[in-house]
Structures are given as C-alpha cells and as structure tokens.
C-alpha cells in the first residue's frame, strides 16, 4: 500500500476510522473535564491525576479476564456495545450529586470494557488492512489521535471554561454515541477471527504464549513501561499549570502527531528499526527542566519536542505483528493497548502520589528520568541478546 489515498479507498476503513475520531475527541474531552472537576472539589493532584488516567489503570484487570473476546467476539456488534456503554457511563459522570468515589467505581467498569475494544478495534484495523499496510494505517490512526487532542484538549479547555466540567461530560457522551452510530451503520458483520468462546482460561492461555517468547517480551516491555512514565508527566499538567493544562496537553498532542508523521511516512523503511530507543529517549529528555518550573512558553515548547517521541510505538507495533501469529493478532494488540495504558494509569498514580510529597515540577522530572533509565536498560538487554542469538552456530541438517 502507497499511499494515503489508497489507504481510504480500502473498504471499511474509513468509516472506522471516523467512529475511532470521534472516540478519541470524546476521550480527550472527557479527561480533561473530568481532571478539572475532581481537582475542583478535592485540590488533589493525586485524584486529579487518577481521574484523567483511571480507566487506563483497570486496563489490566479486562487484559487478564475478556481479552479473548477480542478474537472471538463479532466486531460490530462489540464495538457497537462498548461506545454505548461509555456513552451511558460518561453521562452517569455528569450527574451533580455523584460523589467523588463514586466517579472511580464508574472508571474501574470503563477500564474493564475498554481493554476489550481496543483488541476488537485493532484486530480489525489489522484484518481490514494488508500486511504492507499496517504500518501506514497505524500511523494514519496515531495522526488522528493527535489531531483529535489538539482539537479535543482545544475544546474542552474552551468548554470548560465558558460552560462547565459536567456540560462537557454531556457532549464527550453524544461522541461516544455517534461513534457507535458510525460503527453500526457503515461496517459490515464479520465472523470473529478465531473459534471457541472467550473465557478467562482461553485469555490466559493466549497471553502466556504472547509472553512466552523473549523477543515479544522486549517489544511489549518498550511498548509499556518508558511510554507510561511520561504519560505520568502528562498526568500533572492539570497541576502544574491549572489555567493552561489544555495548552500543555494540544502540544503534547501536536508533537505525537508529528512524531506519527515522521515515522509513518517520511523516514525510510530501513532507518525504522534504528529509531525506535532514539525516539524512547526524546520521549523522556525534554521533561527534564521542569525540575526548574520552567514558564509556560518554554514548557510548551518541551512538551511538543517530548511528544514526537511517541512516534517509537510505531516501529514497536510493526515488529510486535512480524512476531505474532494472524489468528492472535487481535488479543497481541489488545495486550499492547491493555499494557500501555494501564502502565499509564499507574504512572499517573505514581506521579501524583510524588507531586502530593513535592510538587508536579518535581515529580515530572523524576518519571522522565526513570523513563530514560528504563529505555537504556531495554537497549542493553536487546543488544545483549542479539550477541548471543548471532553466537549460536547455524545447524545443519
């Protein structure tokens, strides 16, 4: 696949893409009125942070249990389900009277269920797509990612200004619905992709024969753990700067899209797998300074260079997908979106339980460093075990 115009000429890829568009506007939306209104009623960066992130770090409990569904539920119609449900969920969000531990019970049965969708939704991606053009199709959805927070975080720290946190709750609710509008009407039923029922055993038997090989391992591992320790930073933008944390949250979105950019369709295919811990470090340096408390314009311009960093996902998900068979492609990627957001979710918990004992300038450059630490660990591991796989003699038979 060439291009991007033949990439939406691919039947059915378009409308999910749309409904994909409208969910992430909805995320985006949704966080940040929800961060804005737990900082409002408990001056908290720690449940600030935990509301924004929280479904993020239930994720592992929907990867340990329904991930199976993944490959053998029927997409539409699951996808379908999950919008509506976080259409319901997130108005239940808006009501008035909800009290604040209420709110984290609501995002623990959200975090169940998203864990499911995303295995659904990039299964499908992966099944609608032709293997060459994965890679694009990815970073055509991590671009829209980026261009929905920048306009989503744009929005909502619009709306929440000049209306308020449970009016944009209210709106991030009707995106989920047309998001499961889009889904019904414009895809086609399509048998799941592998037989037998989801269960929990046949969940965990499909995850430790994800896990069981050592290069996965590597992969996941990169996928996870230097990504969530930033997304921890971005967990106290609210914080930080409580009447700017939607400028600071569309330049970290700005940044993703261009690191998307770049990767996805300006390096040469052969540079991919050299940048991959290049980039994990970008991801991690620039957050540096704010040891300093640095002021807004220039933590802007450290956010933005940050964010390009996330670009690295890419070249990760493409070999995590050379490594795993077609019939768990759907349960692999559901792992990746399950793992990576909930190791965002206990960044955030991490970083603001730092920020209650410092401060967020403080606790922002310390998950930076340990994201660094851990990409120069997972460099060595992987130099270290290509040594050992080219040490090997060659059978001959």
């Known amino acids: ?98 009290p604040v531990w209420a709110v984290f019970v609501v995002l623990l049965g959200q975090g169940l269920v998203a864990s499911l969708g995303g295995g659904v939704r990039w299964g499908l991606v992966n099944e609608i797509l032709t293997k060459d053009g994965f890679m694009l199709g990815r970073s055509v959805f991590n671009m829209m990612a980026g261009i929905a927070q920048v306009l989503g975080y744009a929005t909502g720290g619009v709306l929440v200004a000049v209306l308020s946190p449970r ?13 499961a509008v889009v889904i019904r009407l414009c895809l086609t039923p399509r048998p799941p992709r592998a037989t037998g029922r989801p269960s929990v055993t046949a969940t965990w038997r499909a995850n430790a024969l994800l896990w069981s090989s050592a290069p996965r391992r590597q992969v996941y591992l990169a996928l996870w753990i230097p990504n969530g320790l930033v997304v921890g930073c971005e967990s106290l933008y609210v914080s930080y700067a409580p009447d700017a944390a939607g400028t600071l949250f569309a330049c970290a979105a700005l940044g993703m899209l261009a690191g998307d950019v770049l990767v996805g369709r300006v390096l040469p295919v052969r540079l991919r797998p050299r940048l991959g811990f290049p980039l994990l470090l970008l991801l991690a340096l620039p957050y540096a300074p704010f040891l300093l408390s640095p002021p807004l314009p220039l933590a802007a311009v450290a956010v933005t260079l940050a964010s390009v960093g996330f670009g690295a996902s890419l070249v990760q998900q493409e070999r995590l997908m050379a490594l795993t068979p ?18 965002q979710g206990v960044a955030a918990a991490l970083a603001g339980s730092v920020a209650q004992l410092t401060s967020p300038a403080g606790a922002m450059t310390a998950m930076a460093t340990g994201s660094a630490a851990v990409t120069l660990a997972l460099m060595v591991a992987g130099r270290r075990e290509g040594r050992a796989t080219a040490a090997v003699p ?3 038979s």
Request: aromatic share 8%; hydrophobic share 55%; proline share 5%.
């Open 167 to 179: 009016l944009s709750l209210l709106l991030t609710a009707a995106l989920y619905v047309v998001a």
């Open 1 to 98: 696949m060439s291009g991007y115009r033949q990439l939406f000429r691919t039947p059915e890829f378009t409308p999910l893409f749309l409904a994909s568009s409208a969910s992430v506007m909805a995320q985006t939306i949704g966080g940040l009125a929800l961060g804005v209104l737990v900082f409002r009623a408990t001056d908290s960066p720690l449940l600030s942070a935990l509301s924004m992130f929280g479904t993020s770090l239930t994720q592992v409990l929907g990867a340990t249990f329904l991930l199976s569904g993944a490959d053998r539920l029927p997409p539409r119609s699951t996808l379908t389900g999950v919008w509506l449900l976080f259409a319901v969920t997130t108005a239940v969000l808006a009501l008035p009277a909800l």
């Open 326 to 343: 077609d019939a768990l492609t759907g349960q692999a990627l559901g792992l990746h979106s399950a793992g990576m957001l909930t190791m």
């Open 394 to 396: 060659e059978r001959r």
